[in-house]
């Protein structure tokens, strides 16, 4: 069972971690701010919070948490196409819900946000979302982290790359950004582990015997494929980027660069986007067991 629908797992995780990974990419903050250090600690703690909530939105990161279950309901859909057994499929689609839950998810995220970035990293980004420039950018992320325009992208990746190579200036600059900011990495990071979370719900959905991996030792085998998906994923990444980003001038783009090579922007792509990466990571290993559990109630 678990040949026949793991071709259908891969195809549609890319669209669902492309989503959710991209949009942590375009972040961006044209001043720095004092952090209040003077104030007492349980208004500076409020403020902080109130800030981190309202940068997970306008960076779309709770929308794309959002659609976890809603990426696996499609994956699902294929898997079925493929031989996956329907009751196995509604078992998984109820996991899936319970164990992503946003109601969960959200305050979780928003610890993790509020240990790797400072008072003044979140002030930096409160000052520039209320920037025409920072709304811009809030309404791109957010349509780019949309089902439409992923789908759109994937087919027209191609024509996207032809046109965006044209413009020698602009592609350096689109590529320095997505580097900037490790969108790539972060893509294969979290791809991988909704991969693993796929796996590992069909590999706790089979009987007990002999050969059957552990949880490690497919984490391990998703592991070994980082560096080939790396090298297929980058080419989309930048294709993404180029169009979600394609209303931007060459000054924005600066803006954008210069501001991921801040220290607020280190304290975000590289403190944060990896930790977060590693806590989604852990779900992986929660949807196994819930389709396990699952599944001995049924009687499976």
């Known amino acids: 069972?678990?040949?026949?629908?793991?071709?259908?797992?891969?195809?549609?995780?890319?669209?669902?971690?492309?989503?959710?990974?991209?949009?942590?990419?375009?972040?961006?903050?044209?001043?720095?701010?004092?952090?209040g250090s003077d104030k007492p600690a349980a208004i500076a703690e409020k403020q902080n919070e109130e800030a981190g909530h309202w940068l997970m939105t306008q960076m779309a990161l709770l929308e794309g948490l959002r659609q976890i279950p809603e990426q696996i309901d499609m994956g699902l859909q294929q898997?079925?196409?493929?031989?996956?057994?329907?009751?196995?499929?509604?078992?998984?689609?109820?996991s899936g819900r319970e164990v992503y839950d946003l109601k969960q998810l959200e305050p979780q995220a928003l610890a993790l946000l509020l240990k790797s970035l400072r008072s003044e990293?979140?002030?930096a980004w409160t000052v520039f979302y209320k920037t025409p420039l920072g709304q811009k950018i809030a309404v791109a992320d957010i349509q780019g982290a949309s089902a439409q325009t992923m789908g759109f992208v994937m087919e027209n990746a191609p024509k996207i790359m032809a046109e965006l190579a044209a413009d020698t200036s602009r592609m350096a600059?689109?590529?320095?950004?997505?580097?900037?900011?490790?969108?790539?990495?972060?893509?294969?990071?979290?791809?991988?582990?909704?991969?693993?979370?796929?796996?590992?719900?069909?590999?706790?959905a089979m009987p007990d015997q002999p050969g059957k991996p552990t949880f490690r030792q497919l984490q391990d085998h998703v592991e070994q494929q980082r560096f080939?998906?790396?090298?297929?994923?980058?080419?989309?990444?930048?294709a993404h980027a180029a169009h979600v980003y394609k209303n931007l001038s060459i000054s924005e783009l600066q803006q954008i660069l210069a501001q991921a090579n801040s220290p607020a922007g280190q304290a975000l792509f590289r403190g944060f986007g990896p930790t977060f990466a590693d806590w989604i990571n852990q779900y992986a290993q929660r949807l196994g067991q819930s389709v396990r559990q699952g599944l001995q109630k049924q009687g499976v």
Request: charged share 10%; aromatic share 4%.
């Open 79 to 94: 898997a079925q196409a493929q031989g996956m057994p329907l009751e196995l499929a509604k078992v998984v689609q109820r």
């Open 228 to 238: 080939v998906m790396r090298s297929q994923m980058s080419q989309w990444v930048l």
């Open 121 to 123: 990293h979140l002030q």
């Open 173 to 204: 600059l689109i590529q320095s950004v997505v580097d900037a900011s490790q969108s790539v990495d972060r893509a294969v990071s979290m791809n991988m582990a909704m991969s693993l979370a796929m796996e590992w719900a069909l590999v706790s």
């Open 1 to 35: 069972m678990r040949n026949r629908v793991q071709g259908a797992s891969q195809s549609y995780v890319w669209t669902c971690l492309l989503c959710l990974s991209l949009s942590l990419s375009g972040m961006t903050a044209a001043a720095q701010v004092r952090s």
